[in-house]
């Protein structure tokens, strides 16, 4: 069985005191790829520095997150692009817009994500989308900027069975993680209108931790809890939903096992 964690911050602090361990249990549970995204110019020395410990196991992205756009946001994308046309990125992730902590920077926010959808245009890689608490707003510009080309993930996805169908329609996949274990999430039921075959799983760690760890540190060993929950929302078995969505990230991030 193979599994793709495709979003994961393990180069974080939290790990570095442990990461031996953390590495086994995810090879334990299945998991083949771990992809990592990163989120501003000081992670990204972590970053490398995960990948060149496993290369064939951590895969990077390169991107400055929505929450790490602030005045010095043209400062960090001369250096975060600089870093992606090096050619060592397979994604350029993880942007977006955030409205949930601060709303100071939203014009700088939209700045960022445009140019860094440009640039994924022009290097045709695939985009990795924060949204959160900000889907109408990354609606408005990806109704601007989609093009056939243009992939990637929906990244946490938390809307309704109508925003899944627009994320879909915009050739991208949608990613689950812990969040579909929570008993009120509500994911489940809008994920019984919509087809596997758009569904990559991914856990966020260290955050949002699975049933039945949530409230503890994420890793990405729990990818599988996640996969387990998706078999008994679709009816099917664990080992379908592995080959499933490894075959979904597989669509989005052109990689060989």
């Given at each position: 069985?193979n ?7 393990i180069y ?5 005191v ?8 995810a090879?334990?549970?299945g ?7 990163n989120v501003?110019?000081p ?8 990948v060149?410990?496993?290369p ?7 991107g400055l ?5 602030k005045?010095?946001f043209?400062?960090?994308l001369?250096t ?5 046309r ?10 977006g ?8 920077f939203?014009a700088?926010?939209?700045?960022a994500?445009?140019?860094q959808?440009?640039?994924?245009l022009?290097?045709d ?5 924060h ?25 946490c996805?938390s ?26 999430s ?13 569904i ?7 955050y949002?931790?699975?049933v ?8 990405s060993?729990?990818v599988?809890l996640?996969a387990i ?12 939903v ?5 075959q979904?990230?597989?669509?989005v991030f052109?990689?060989e096992l």
């Open positions: 069985m599994l793709i964690d495709t979003h994961a911050h974080q602090e939290d790990f570095q442990d990461i031996d361990a953390v590495i086994a249990r090879k334990e549970n998991v083949s790829k771990i992809y990592l995204p501003d110019v992670s990204i020395a972590d970053l490398k520095a995960l060149q410990k496993d064939l196991l951590f895969i990077p992205m390169m997150h929505p929450c790490y756009v005045d010095d043209e400062v960090q001369n975060i692009e600089k870093e992606l090096s050619g060592n990125y397979v994604a350029v992730g993880e942007i817009i955030d409205l949930y902590w601060d709303k100071t939203y700088q926010q939209q700045e994500f445009r140019r959808i440009d640039w994924a022009e290097l890689l695939p985009i990795v989308i949204a959160r608490d900000s889907l109408k707003e990354i609606y408005e510009i990806m109704d601007e900027v989609s093009r056939p080309q243009l992939k990637g993930i929906f990244h996805f809307g309704n069975a109508d925003d899944a169908r627009k994320v879909i329609n915009y050739g991208f996949k949608i990613g689950i993680g812990g969040v579909v274990t929570f008993k009120n509500g994911l489940d039921k809008v994920l019984q209108e919509i087809d596997i075959k758009h990559v799983i991914e856990t966020d760690a260290p949002l931790t699975p039945p760890h949530r409230g503890k540190r994420n890793e060993s729990y599988k996640i929950r998706l078999a008994e929302i679709y009816g099917i078995s664990l080992d379908e592995a080959e499933i969505t490894t979904n990230a597989k669509e052109n990689f």
